[in-house]
Structure formats: structure tokens, C-alpha cells
């Protein structure tokens, strides 16, 4: 708990330590003219005290009264002018609690054996001079005159203290008593200042520091998503050092922002608190923490209480966590369901026979042995011993008997369901017990200190029992672990409390939780949520956050100037997603995937190519298929009437391979349809350049046999036929479409056609297509069968006008003319058309220059051999006549 609420700064403190320092320094004279064999103690501080003697002294600081009337320091030799006031029950019980704890050790034939302890309690009054006296006063010991051989030294007058109960008395002593190496072990002193082991080389304790209360606070506010809290601090070392540690472990453990830190005043500031109050009400943080004493919190709900600020949570330090004063009908409006942090309630059996069993008589020996249980059977009572103790302004009423009952009074001293300070008392004793036991234990021979010796009652220096104690390790009957780190922190344990707001107006503090370090597990946060009392008419925990958290599918984006808590929800761009709560970044797809409309995940892009499921590709597969079944229905006719002279005119052989190259171009259209695939890429180009090449090298022979025909039927033109026989016709074609088919295979082998997942198009999209790998080889297959269809479409132009009624020149020179205008738009078209469309227009394209050809070729020829008949004679061909019915 913290540090003592003095209205000392810390430079008036230091000064009063330093003063008593050098007072401490006229303590001894040494006397004996040539051998220093004694040490005489030349002044005492009268303080309020008990203690029982033992071969071992164990030294204890409580708070048994709260307040001095004189808080300055007194040396004198009359005992009645130290006046402490305002006896506390709950601090004389922490000081038996010690004398229990060693009066147990003492029977325990397991610890100690041969070993009697005893101790020397002293009272400090709440004031910080008096706590500096008496921890120089165990140090220097009761006794006015010491032995030794030659100096003052030996085994101290005490071996380990327990206490002080408050941080500021804990650094003044420990500055001083830890030159000394002798071992303190505090148990409510929590300022984590007390962890520098350098400044503090002797000083332990059994409770945890601020430092890990500051961190048990922030693993709390991130159990409940509190990212926005206020946070009030008391004026004094126990605050600040809370409110540095908080603001650095909040930073880092990222868990949210303080809205406010404000520092609670001492004493009576009403402007201040009002100033205080008033930012509470203003800010949006729902939640305040608040690391300051019961005296802040009792002025802070005053003002709280008459402005009517209402919907906070509090959470409470275990400076007020267990404040009864503060659990009124009148706070818990505002203050049901605090949530707090409690020192670790343990279970001390035995102990309430104990102290039911303490009689005025208790340890009764000279020099106020035991002032303080009669102190304490005066207040109990309401009565007063003859004359009074020494250091207590006398009581009024009847003279003590000493045969009172204290069963038979109502005192909080007995009540020992809440044991918290007391367990943390108990544990300190035992420490100090299980060390001075190891040490006892020691072989000889086989000790740690130089040339491994051990160490010894009668030699024993206080450094050395506090080795023993950094490594002592004992599990209480409570079953706690008990040791010391490295900085003299023990393992740090702490309960999380709740206050109920029961129906009927009482108060309840329920434990809801507990917060601890092991070893093993490092620090670990129990909550029992359905246990605790929300003071809301949600009855569940409040939303407290600078902004709203972020949806999956936005990112946060800092608000300028303001705390990293404070935020605006930027939605997530395009292809990119956030698929948690308050994502600082959002993330991109990967290649294949695109942000869906929420943003919060991704999907497979949708995929485009030339589908034969979709209307065009459905429409261009059943044109295809129709050309092939026109090809196929031509063949047959002309298989059919393959004796009539329609069909036998210029080389009916050629009009069959005619129509069979037709027949593979419309099917090979079939190739460019469907999702691409490394054979339909590589195959498509190739198949569409050997069928048309085969095609128009058929057309081509057939218009250089018209030529040759009309050539030979003049005088001396008979021997060009030679050249143009049924074989040098088949060659020339096989020639022809050999030399397409070589540029086929060359271009597959250096740069083969591949299929490709392009994202260029579109972002969402993956538009399956086939690169043609060499623009070279792909112009070079157009180019040549371009050059075929020009060389074709000259010659059939140049034969146009030849003499016989049926010329197929004019055939040939229209389904040219036809063939070339397709494929001189398509150029253009296709280079200009993304995606599945460029092999829409190619398919197009082939399909227009395959009907072409077929209809401009075969259209009239299957009229005649259909419709009329009369004209498929060798006469009406030939233009000499027609034949009559």
C-alpha cells in the first residue's frame, strides 16, 4: 500500500531521515581506556513496544496507532512525552499476528529445533519519525551496554525485520538499515521504486509490487476490450511511480490509452477536486482506475457524489479495495461493482485462539514489555490501568482488571475471515525462519561463504542470513508458494474483488478472481465473469473506447493529434481485406483471389474465357457445327451425283478436298472455344492455319487449272496440260499445305502458344487466354495464307471472262474477294479486342471465310444439281446448248 499520505514532499523526508542519522551517531560511546571492551548505548527512544526474548530477535513495524501528538523526533529520558493517538485494532492484530507466527515456529520441532525465537515489536505511529526511530532502535538493540572483545561488532540485536507497512517508511529505513545488509522483509510496502536492488540491496517483501498490480490492471482492461480509461493517482512516491509504470506497460502492451491522469491532492482542495470531477464527467472513457489511499477516495466521492456522475466502472488498488468506509448506502450507487485488486487473503489456522487468548499480563517484563497489549485492553474496554502505559495518553473510566473477557466484546481484533495484510505477515516470518534454519543446516566444510565456511549464531553477520533468504523456498499451509526474485519481490499473487450491491441495501465484497505469477506459467489472469456484479441497467461490462472498434473489411486510420486509440474506420480499397476486428492494415489478395463486397475475405476471382455454357460461345459452337454438317451435306450431294458433269467439271477429286478442308476449318473454330488448355492453345493456331492453307491451296490449283484449260483449247496451248495433271494437282496441294505445316512446327518449337491467367482486363477477373508465344510465327502463318488467297484471287480475277457458261473463276474471284475482306478486318478487331472476345472475333472470323467459301463455291453448283437438273449436262457447261425434255 501503499506510501504513506504525509503532507511531507519527498525533500522534507529526506531531510528527516538524514537528521536522524547523524542523531543515530551519538547512540554509542565506546569506554575502556586500552582495550575497547564495551559499547554503551547513550540514549533511547521511548516507543510503544513488546517483546519476548529467545536466542534469535526478530524485529517487527506496525501501525498500531494513527497518528503521534508529536510527530517530531524526541530524545529524552521521560517516557510519558511520545504520545501516540488513535488506537487501530486491525494494525495491534498485524503485530500479534508476528508473535503468533513465531510462537508457532517455536513449537514446530521441525523448524528451529533447539532454536528459540523471540521479538521486538514496535508501534510507528503512522509517522515516519517515529517508524526511523524504531527501526533504529532494533538495530542498535534494547540493551544500554554491550560486550565484545574489541569492537562493536557481533550478532546484531536483531536478525531480520518485518515491515514497514508503508512505502515512504520503507525506502527512509531500507536507505539506512541496508548499509547494514540487514535483511527487511516488508509486507504491504508496494512502490516498485523498492525493486532496485542497488539502492535497496536488504530489503524484501511478501507483497507484490505496483508493477505487477499495474500489470494485473492492464490484463483486466484487456479481458473487457476498456481501450479508454482515466486514471487517478495519489500525490505521493505510491501514485506517481504507479502513474509512470501505468502509462509505459499500457504503451506497450498496446492494450488501449489513457484518456486522463489526474493526481489526487492532499488534504482539503475542493477546486481541485471539482476541476478533477468535472474532466470525469467530460471525457468518454467509461472506466477509472484510481491508485491512491481511502482518505483520497472519500474526498474524490464527495464531489463525485454532488455533481452526480454516474455509469462509471471503478477499479480499485489494494490501497481501497477492502475500504469499508467507502461501502455506504450512500457510494454504492456510484461505487457497485468496483472492480479491485486485493492483497491475497490466506487462511492462518489457530490464530483467532490465539489472540482471543492475549491477556494485559501477555510477555510481561520491564521497559514497557508489554505497553501495547495494555494499550489495546484500554481501548477494548474502555478502561484504564494505573499508571498508563508509557507513549499513551491515559484513558478514562474504570481501572482494567486484566480478568476482562474479550468474548464477551464486539471487537474487529478477532475477526479473522479476511486475512490479508495478517497472510503476508505470516508468510514474512516464515521466511526469515526457513533462511536462519538453511543457514543452521550448513555442513562445515561445505558452506558458500569464503574457504566454504558456515555461518553461526554466535557469528553471524546480517549478509549472511540474507543469502539464505534471496534463495529460500517454503509452500505455505495455504498452499502458496513463497521465494524471492532476483529484485526481493516474491512470487506475486493478487485477489480480484468485486463489490455486490445486494438488494436489501447491504454490501458485499465478493472475490471474483485471482491474478499470480508461477515460475512455470509466468502471469496468469482466473475471472469468474459470471460471478461479478455490473452496477448497469445492462447488467453487463460497459463499452469504454476513444472510437468504435473497426469492423472486418476497414482498417483503423488515426485521428491527427489524438491517442492511438482514437480512430476513424477507413473501408479496406479494392482487392484488399481485413478479416479481424480493428485491423491496423489491411491485406492484399493473393493472385488468384479478390476482396469480397464486405471486404472481410477473399474469394476466388471470377474466371472469363470463351465458354461453350454462354450465349456467344453457344452461338459460334452451333455455327460451327452447322457449317461442318452444310460440308458435310455438300459431300454427300456430290458424292451422289458424282458422275454428272457439275461434279466432274475441273477435277472433282480437288472439290471433294475442297470440302473436306472446309469441313476441318469450321471445326477447328471448335478449338477456340472452352477454358484454354497448353493443347488446344498449341493445336488451335496450328490446326486454323493448315485447314485454311489446305483449302486455299485447293482453290488455288483449281483456278490454275481453268487457266490451263482455257490455254489449251488454243492452237499450240495443248502441252501446258502436261503440267497440270491429277497428280502434279495433288502435289502442288500437298506442297502447298506442307510448307504451312512446317511453319507450324517451327513456330511450336522455338515459342509455343501457351495458356495464361491474365488480371490486367480486369482487377476481379482472371481472363483465361492463349498467348501466341511468337508474334513472328503467328504473323508469318496469317501472312502465308494471306499470300494464297491474294495469289488465288488474282488468277480467278485474270479468268473471270473466259468463254464457258459455267466459269468457276467468277466463283473463285467472289469467295476470294469474300475471304480477304474477312481477314483484312480482322486484323484490326483482334488486336483491339480483350480477353475472351479476341478469340470470339478469330472464331468469327473462320466461320465467316468458311461459309464464304462454301456458299460462293457450292451454292450454285448444288442449285443445279438440285434444282435444276436440266443444266448439269456437259452441253449447257460448255455453253453449246441445253438439252431438251
Not at 508509557?390 to 482494567?400: S, T
Not at 495455504?478 to 521465494?483: A, K, L, Q, R
Not at 501457351?754 to 508474334?775: F, L, M, R
Amino acid at each position: 500500500m501503499a506510501v504513506m499520505g504525509a503532507n511531507l514532499n519527498t525533500f522534507s523526508l529526506l531531510y528527516v531521515y538524514l537528521m536522524l542519522i547523524l542523531f543515530s551517531s551519538t547512540f554509542f560511546t565506546s569506554e575502556s581506556s586500552s582495550l575497547f571492551s564495551t559499547c554503551k548505548l547513550r540514549r533511547q527512544f521511548y516507543l510503544n513496544g513488546m517483546h519476548k526474548p529467545g536466542d534469535v530477535i526478530l524485529g517487527g513495524l506496525f501501525e498500531v496507532h494513527y497518528t503521534s501528538v508529536f510527530p517530531e523526533l524526541t530524545f529524552t529520558s521521560e517516557p510519558n512525552q511520545l504520545s501516540c493517538r488513535g488506537f487501530d485494532p486491525p494494525g495491534f492484530r498485524h503485530a500479534m499476528t508476528m508473535a503468533f507466527a513465531i510462537d508457532e515456529i517455536n513449537k514446530n520441532s521441525n523448524l528451529l529445533p533447539n532454536v528459540t525465537l523471540g521479538y521486538s515489536l514496535y508501534d510507528n505511529c503512522a509517522t515516519l519519525v517515529i517508524g526511523f526511530s524504531a527501526a533504529l532502535s532494533l538495530a542498535s538493540g534494547r540493551e544500554e551496554q554491550f560486550l565484545f572483545q574489541e569492537t562493536c561488532l557481533g550478532t546484531p540485536p536483531v536478525l531480520g525485520i518485518v515491515g514497514d507497512s508503508f512505502s515512504t517508511f520503507s525506502i527512509a529505513t531500507s536507505d539506512v538499515i541496508g548499509l547494514f545488509r540487514l535483511p527487511i522483509v516488508s509486507y504491504f510496502a508496494t512502490c516498485s521504486c523498492l525493486s532496485d536492488r542497488q539502492r535497496f540491496p536488504s530489503f524484501f517483501r511478501t507483497i507484490p509490487s505496483d508493477a505487477f498490480q499495474v500489470r494485473a490492471m492492464i490484463q483486466i482492461l484487456k479481458r473487457f476490450g476498456w481501450t479508454w480509461a482515466g486514471l487517478l493517482v495519489s500525490d505521493d512516491d505510491y501514485g506517481l511511480h504507479v502513474s509512470r509504470s501505468f502509462q509505459s506497460d499500457l504503451a506497450q502492451s498496446g492494450g488501449g490509452c489513457l484518456a486522463y491522469t489526474e493526481i489526487l491532492p492532499w488534504g482539503d482542495n475542493p477546486a481541485e477536486l471539482r476541476r478533477i470531477v468535472n474532466v470525469m464527467k467530460k471525457s468518454t472513457a467509461r472506466v477509472v482506475i484510481v491508485f491512491a489511499h481511502q482518505i483520497h477516495m472519500i474526498q474524490l466521492m464527495e464531489e463525485v457524489v454532488r455533481q452526480n456522475v454516474t455509469g462509471l466502472q471503478w477499479m480499485a488498488s489494494e490501497a481501497w479495495t477492502a475500504a469499508a468506509v467507502l461501502q455506504t448506502p450512500h457510494l454504492m450507487p456510484y461505487l457497485g461493482g468496483t472492480l479491485g485488486i486485493a492483497i491475497r487473503r490466506g487462511e492462518i489456522p489457530g490464530l483467532r485462539d490465539f489472540l482471543s487468548g492475549i491477556r494485559p499480563d501477555f510477555h510481561d517484563n520491564n521497559n514497557n514489555g508489554n505497553s501495547l497489549v495494555m494499550q489495546f485492553w484500554e481501548y477494548t474496554f474502555q478502561c484504564r490501568f494505573a499508571p498508563a502505559p508509557a507513549g499513551w495518553i491515559e484513558a478514562g473510566g474504570a481501572l482494567c482488571t486484566g480478568n476482562e473477557d474479550l468474548e464477551n466484546v464486539e471487537t474487529e481484533f478477532l475477526d479473522v475471515s479476511n486475512l490479508r495484510p495478517e497472510y503476508n505477515i505470516y508468510k514474512a516470518v516464515y521466511a526469515l525462519a526457513y533462511a536462519l534454519d538453511d543457514m543452521l543446516l550448513c555442513e562445515a566444510g561445505r558452506g558458500p561463504f569464503s574457504g566454504h565456511s558456515c555461518a553461526t549464531l554466535k557469528t553471524l553477520e546480517p549478509w549472511q542470513l540474507m543469502y539464505y533468504l534471496e534463495k529460500v523456498n517454503f509452500t505455505t499451509p495455504f498452499g502458496d508458494e513463497v521465494s524471492f526474485d532476483g529484485n526481493g519481490d516474491a512470487l506475486p499473487i493478487y485477489d480480484i474483488m468485486n463489490w455486490l450491491w445486494l438488494p436489501d441495501g447491504r454490501t458485499k465484497v465478493q472475490n471474483v478472481g485471482v491474478v499470480k505469477k508461477s515460475p512455470f506459467k509466468g502471469e496468469e489472469l482466473t475471472l469468474h465473469e459470471d460471478k461479478i456484479f455490473w452496477n448497469f441497467d445492462s447488467k453487463q461490462p460497459p463499452r469504454s473506447a476513444c472510437s468504435e472498434s473497426c469492423p472486418p473489411g476497414t482498417r483503423m486510420a488515426r485521428k491527427k493529434g489524438e491517442p492511438v486509440c482514437c480512430f476513424d474506420c477507413v473501408p479496406c480499397s479494392e482487392g484488399k481485406i481485413s478479416n479481424e476486428t480493428d485491423s491496423m492494415e489491411c491485406i492484399s489478395c493473393p493472385e488468384d483471389f479478390w476482396s469480397s463486397p464486405q471486404r472481410d475475405h477473399c474469394v476466388p476471382k471470377k474466371t472469363e474465357f470463351l465458354s461453350y455454357h454462354e450465349p456467344l460461345g453457344i452461338c459460334l459452337t452451333v455455327t460451327s457445327l452447322l457449317g461442318t454438317f452444310i460440308c458435310a451435306v455438300v459431300l454427300g450431294i456430290f458424292i451422289y451425283h458424282r458422275s454428272t458433269p457439275m461434279v466432274r467439271a475441273n477435277n472433282s477429286e480437288l472439290s471433294f478436298l475442297l470440302l473436306v478442308s472446309l469441313k476441318l476449318c469450321f471445326l477447328c473454330s471448335l478449338l477456340f472455344i472452352g477454358r484454354p488448355r497448353l493443347w488446344t492453345c498449341q493445336l488451335r493456331h496450328a490446326a486454323f492455319g493448315i485447314s485454311f492453307v489446305l483449302c486455299v491451296s485447293c482453290i488455288l490449283v483449281k483456278t490454275m487449272v481453268v487457266l490451263a484449260v482455257f490455254k489449251a483449247s488454243k492452237p499450240g496451248g495443248g502441252a501446258s496440260l502436261k503440267w497440270f495433271g491429277a497428280v502434279q494437282q495433288r502435289g502442288t496441294v500437298l506442297v502447298l499445305t506442307s510448307v504451312q505445316a512446317a511453319i507450324c512446327i517451327a513456330w511450336l518449337v522455338s515459342s509455343s502458344p501457351a495458356p495464361h491467367k491474365n488480371t490486367q482486363y480486369h482487377n476481379d477477373k482472371i481472363v483465361y487466354e492463349c498467348v501466341i508465344g511468337s508474334t513472328i510465327g503467328f504473323a508469318v502463318l496469317l501472312g502465308y495464307i494471306g499470300l494464297l488467297a491474294i495469289l488465288s484471287f488474282l488468277l480467278a480475277f485474270l479468268a473471270r471472262n473466259l468463254p464457258d457458261n459455267f466459269n468457276e473463276a467468277k466463283l473463285i474471284t467472289f469467295s476470294m474477294l469474300i475471304f480477304c475482306a474477312v481477314w483484312v478486318a480482322f486484323v484490326p478487331a483482334y488486336v483491339n479486342s480483350p480477353g475472351k472476345y479476341a478469340d470470339a472475333v478469330e472464331v468469327f472470323a473462320i466461320l465467316a471465310s468458311s461459309f464464304g467459301l462454301l456458299v460462293a463455291l457450292f451454292g450454285p453448283k448444288c442449285y443445279i444439281i438440285l434444282l435444276r437438273p436440266e443444266r448439269n449436262t456437259k452441253k449447257a457447261i460448255m455453253g453449246r446448248g441445253t438439252s431438251k425434255t
